[in-house]
């Protein structure tokens, strides 16, 4: 079991960061790496060919061990969660009625490119509602899986839901998706770093993930797996690294055709970042000391008594089998003023999101239970 892992972090210690979901703090490790690296520039005489290949093959190894992957070269860097969706959904084939599934009210990133790929085939959109009440997760699923037919040629959604922390059921969806013959892409942006997940179990065709909130890296960065189905696939800039070959620096304008095999063609560019990359694996390396099935118990175990404690103060929390731990909305009750709950969590340097009706609060092993109650004194005043 994880204790507590503050010390690791810089964060000021009169904050009560549940905020993680937004951005999570930088690892002291993280930190160093950095600094380490801005310094490296000043001497960039050191660097040799295999600083451009070596320290992102580390990485793609890194995030491969995390995500239960036995072949990095499935792995690739990218910018962002909207470079990766966008790559994926411009090498996703598709036709006049054919039908794209996401759940409503999804993060823009992992909409807006499906929205042009539909205009574009004269495909459709369709987003799975959640349940109301009490069975709200459990029928946002049963809606979402009853919604996969014939015609669906794509379900891209996240593995929980980013603003409440609904958890989508994988495996069920996988079944399904293999069943009628559709793709299936996960946004792993919420989830992947802090619950368990496994691409020889799931068996996705493509996962995303932003590199700075769950993966505890800097921003600007982003990581991948493409499956089978992207081998042939075009990527949506031309750059040098990702052409076969490029490793050859002399023999550059020897223009080659060919992109790198597997997931490596979709590389952005100047994919070895000599400063962000050397934080990315470190927090990376981190990650899997600590795992992310320890990660998701001790946000369970520091998160189990504050749930009892908001249920009993009128608040709606998912049920427990439905929900993320390290992630999870609570609905206030009615009659109060957000407005005013807004400025108590500011004059008590308390960080969570507002997210609809929800009160979104994400935690990670900086977090104590301590934490939670000086949320939750807030709500009861
Ligand atoms: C589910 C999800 N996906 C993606 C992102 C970030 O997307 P991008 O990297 O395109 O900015 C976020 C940011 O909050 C998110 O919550």
């Known amino acids: 079991m994880l204790t507590n892992q503050r010390h690791l972090f810089s964060l000021d210690s009169d904050i009560c960061y549940l905020n993680n979901a937004f951005m999570a703090p930088s690892l002291k490790s993280v930190e160093e790496a950095g600094i380490a690296a801005v310094k490296a520039k000043n001497n960039p005489y050191h660097l040799g060919v295999t600083d451009f290949y070596d320290p992102v093959i580390d990485l793609k190894k890194e995030f491969a061990k ?35 599934l996401l759940a409503e009210e999804q993060f823009p990133s992992n909409v807006y490119a499906w929205t042009r790929r539909a205009k ?18 459990r029928d946002w699923n049963v809606n979402l899986l009853e919604m996969i037919n014939d015609r669906t040629a794509v379900v891209s959604i996240g593995n929980i839901h980013w ?37 020889k179990e799931i068996k996705p065709d493509a996962l995303i993930c932003a590199g700075y909130k769950w993966l505890m890296g800097p921003y600007s960065t982003a990581i991948g797996y493409f499956g089978e189905y992207f081998d042939q696939g075009i990527p949506i800039e031309e750059n040098w690294y990702n052409r076969i070959n490029s490793e050859q620096f002399a023999d550059l304008v020897n223009y080659r055709e060919e992109y790198k095999p597997k997931a490596g063609r979709f590389a952005v560019g100047e994919s070895s970042n000599f400063i962000l990359l050397p934080m990315f694996k470190k927090a990376l390396e981190q990650l899997n000391v600590w795992t992310p099935l320890a990660i998701q118990e001790y946000c369970k175990s520091i ?46 340097n308390i960080h969570v999101s507002m997210r609809g009706e929800f009160v979104r609060i994400s935690m990670h092993v900086y977090n104590t239970e301590e934490d939670l109650n000086t949320f939750i004194n807030v709500l009861k005043q």
Not at 311 to 326: F, M, P, S, T, V
């Open 120 to 137: 574009q085939s004269g495909a459709c959109i369709r987003f799975a509602e959640a349940g109301e009440g009490n069975s709200r997760g």
């Open 303 to 348: 998160t189990t008594n504050a749930c009892e404690q908001l249920r009993a103060l009128g608040c709606w929390i998912e049920e427990d089998q439905h929900r993320a731990h390290h992630l999870f909305g609570v609905k206030l009750p009615s009659h109060m003023d957000k407005d005013e709950l807004k400025q108590k969590f500011a004059q008590h």
């Open 66 to 100: 995390l995500v239960d992957c036995d072949d990095h070269e499935r792995i690739v860097s990218l910018a962002s969660v909207s470079y990766g969706i966008s790559t994926v959904a411009h090498n996703t084939c598709l036709n006049h009625g054919d039908e794209i």
């Open 163 to 199: 603003a409440d922390g609904t958890l989508f059921d994988l495996k069920a969806i996988r079944e399904k998706t293999k069943k009628h013959n559709a793709l299936f892409i996960i946004d792993g942006t919420q989830s992947v770093g802090a619950l368990p997940f496994s691409i």
